[in-house]
Structures are given as C-alpha cells and as structure tokens.
C-alpha cells in the first residue's frame, strides 16, 4: 500500500512524542508501545539510514548493524524518495547533538 493512500494518522501519539521532555521518558514511552523486536528494528533502521547518509556502503553497513540487503535497500529508497523525515532529524543531530550509537 502506498504511504500516501494509508487512513488518516493517530495525531494523539505524535503529539505524546513531541511531549516527552528528557531521553529516559523517550526510552520508557518506547519500551512500553513497541515490543522488543520492534524497537530493535527501528533502531536498526535509523543506525541503517544514519551510516547511508554518511556514504557508507552496503557490506560495511551490513557487517557494523547486521541489516539485511532488503532492510538496507528500503532505507536507502526511503532516504531517496521518502518525505525527507531522515534529512530533518541528521541535521538537528550534527549541529551539536548525540550521534547514533550502536
């Protein structure tokens, strides 16, 4: 399904992220919506989407974050032709934030 034809978004959640003030808030408002295997894989995918931005190429990236090709090939469409979600976030972290950890 296209991103663009899905129902209308949950603003509520947006909102509740946008509210949390400090990293451990983050981290339990995480641990508490997602189950572990989806945590581990949108961090994989932001750690994916950080190291692509940066130029690095496929097989370091899948030896540093152990991606799969598939998970890598979709970040990088995403990076590509995505809504530019991505750029906004790296910006903010490289004037002067944390950078991604593994």
């Known amino acids: 399904m296209n991103k663009l034809n899905r129902k209308p ?7 509740a992220i946008l509210s949390l003030q400090t990293m451990d808030e983050c981290i339990q408002f995480f641990d508490d919506l997602c189950t572990v295997s989806e945590l581990q894989a949108m961090e994989q995918r932001f750690q994916v989407a950080w190291l692509l931005s940066k130029g690095m190429i496929y097989n370091d990236i899948l030896q ?32 002067g934030e944390e950078k991604p950890k593994k």
């Open 9 to 15: 978004r949950n603003e509520m959640m947006y909102k």
């Open 64 to 95: 540093e974050t152990g991606a799969s090709s598939a998970t890598i090939s979709r970040v990088k469409r995403s990076l590509q032709y995505g809504r530019d979600g991505y750029a906004a976030v790296f910006g903010r972290l490289e004037d």
